[in-house]
C-alpha cells in the first residue's frame, strides 16, 4: 500500500489529529509510571518537558535513559547520561552481529557514551 506524507497533518485530518492526541496521553502516562525510578526529574507534575525544575535536575545529575540524546540540554549536561542494562546488551549485540558480518574488530564508540 502506498504511504504519502501529510504535512501538517493533524491539521488536515481527523484521523492523524485523533492518532496524535493518543500518542501525546500514552507518551504522558509512561512518563509518570518512571517517576518512582528517577524522581529527581519531576515526571509526574512536568511530563519531561523542560520546565525549570526539570532543566536544573539534568545539570545536577545528567540525563537519565529516558532523555533524548536530541535534546539539548542532554549534550550540554555535565554528567554523562545513564545507560539501562538492555541498552548495553542491545550494543553489544549489536556489535556482534556486525561483527558476524566480516567487520573489523576494531573499537566502535556508540552514541551512549560521550
Same mark, same amino acid.
Given at each position: 500500500?502506498?504511504? @504519502?506524507?501529510?504535512?501538517?497533518?493533524?491539521?488536515?485530518?481527523? %484521523?492523524? +489529529?485523533?492518532?496524535?492526541?493518543?500518542?501525546?496521553?500514552?507518551?504522558?502516562?509512561?512518563?509518570?509510571?518512571?517517576?518512582?525510578?528517577?524522581?529527581?526529574?519531576?515526571?509526574?507534575?512536568?511530563?519531561?518537558? %523542560?520546565?525549570? *525544575? @526539570?532543566? +536544573?535536575?539534568?545539570?545536577? @545529575?545528567?540525563?537519565?535513559?529516558? @532523555? *533524548?540524546?536530541?535534546?539539548?540540554?542532554?549534550?550540554?549536561?555535565?554528567?554523562?547520561?545513564?545507560?539501562?542494562?538492555?541498552?548495553?546488551?542491545? +550494543?553489544? %549485540?549489536?556489535?556482534?552481529?556486525?561483527?558476524?558480518?566480516? +567487520?573489523?574488530?576494531?573499537? *566502535?564508540?556508540?552514541?551512549?557514551? *560521550?
Amino acid at each position: 500500500m502506498p504511504q @504519502h506524507p501529510i504535512i501538517h497533518g493533524d491539521a488536515l485530518s481527523a %484521523s492523524i +489529529a485523533a492518532a496524535s492526541i493518543l500518542a501525546k496521553v500514552e507518551r504522558d502516562r509512561m512518563i509518570c509510571a518512571w517517576d518512582p525510578v528517577y524522581p529527581m526529574y519531576g515526571l509526574a507534575s512536568n511530563k519531561g518537558y %523542560s520546565t525549570p *525544575r @526539570h532543566l +536544573a535536575a539534568l545539570g545536577e @545529575h545528567g540525563p537519565s535513559p529516558l @532523555h *533524548r540524546q536530541s535534546f539539548a540540554p542532554v549534550w550540554n549536561a555535565p554528567v554523562p547520561q545513564e545507560v539501562l542494562s538492555f541498552m548495553l546488551e542491545e +550494543a553489544v %549485540s549489536g556489535t556482534e552481529d556486525f561483527l558476524d558480518e566480516g +567487520a573489523s574488530s576494531e573499537p *566502535r564508540a556508540t552514541s551512549f557514551y *560521550r
